[in-house]
């Protein structure tokens, strides 16, 4: 990419932003109906899952040359959110059945 001002970079970073809300959005959908599929907060947590998840998103960085570390520390952050997010709709969906 070559850019020729600082607005264009920030432009061309608040379209990309937009573009992961969508994608994050669409996950949390995803989230939300795992949720129902969960016996109790151990399964919510699925620590094996996490690094499954964290593995693959390093191997893929690797390929397109982006530093592992970036990438995990992401993933690591949002799965951290989507966790919480996800034990909150499985409490609900446990409450309901109640």
Do not use: N, P, W
Not at 25 to 32: L, M, P, T
Not at 70 to 75: A, L, N, P, T
Not at 77 to 86: K, L, R, T, V
Request: aromatic share 6%; with cysteine; net charge negative.
């Amino acid at each position: 990419m070559c850019f020729s001002s600082i607005d264009e970079v920030r432009d061309r970073i608040d379209q990309i932003d937009s573009e992961l809300v969508k994608l994050i959005a669409q996950r949390a959908g995803c989230v939300k109906a795992a949720a129902a599929f969960k016996t109790d907060s151990t399964a919510v947590r699925a620590q094996d899952r996490v690094e499954q998840v964290i593995s693959k998103v390093r191997e893929r960085a690797a390929e397109i040359g982006l530093s592992k570390v970036i990438i995990e520390k992401v993933y690591r952050s949002m799965i951290d959110a989507f966790i919480d997010y996800e034990l909150k709709q499985h409490e609900q969906l446990q409450q309901e059945k109640a």
